[in-house]
């Protein structure tokens, strides 16, 4: 299991005309299987998506497809951690 972090580092206003094509992006990884949960951070200086992957090589190649990461507006913090506990209706997320 992988948390992605993305942190902007320009101002809103720079990121809301790549929205769009990112969310396309998010659907993308969601119908892959890959994403599990994603959202925004409060405050809004970027989101957090929970990814499901075999390697931390896999998120990183699949995080290049994202307009934010490939148009350098984020900063991209990958942190793999391994589930040992989890609500019941999210059992799937334990290994």
Same mark, same amino acid.
């Given at each position: 299991?992988?948390?992605?972090?993305?942190?902007?580092?320009?101002?809103?206003? *720079?990121?809301?005309?790549?929205? =769009?094509?990112?969310?396309?992006?998010?659907?993308?990884?969601? =119908?892959?299987?890959?994403?599990?949960?994603?959202?925004?951070?409060?405050?809004?200086?970027?989101? #957090?998506?929970?990814?499901?992957?075999?390697?931390?090589?896999?998120? *990183? *190649? #699949?995080?290049?497809?994202?307009?934010?990461?490939?148009?350098d507006l984020v900063e991209?913090?990958?942190? *793999?951690?391994?589930?040992?506990? =989890?609500?019941?209706?999210?059992?799937? #997320?334990?290994?």
């Amino acid at each position: 299991m992988f948390l992605i972090e993305l942190t902007y580092k320009v101002p809103f206003s *720079e990121i809301e005309p790549f929205m =769009a094509e990112h969310m396309a992006f998010v659907e993308k990884g969601y =119908a892959s299987g890959h994403f599990l949960a994603s959202g925004r951070k409060v405050p809004r200086t970027g989101g #957090l998506i929970f990814c499901k992957a075999a390697s931390q090589a896999e998120v *990183e *190649e #699949l995080m290049q497809e994202d307009p934010f990461v490939y148009q350098d507006l984020v900063e991209l913090r990958i942190t *793999e951690f391994v589930t040992s506990r =989890a609500v019941e209706n999210m059992t799937g #997320l334990v290994e």
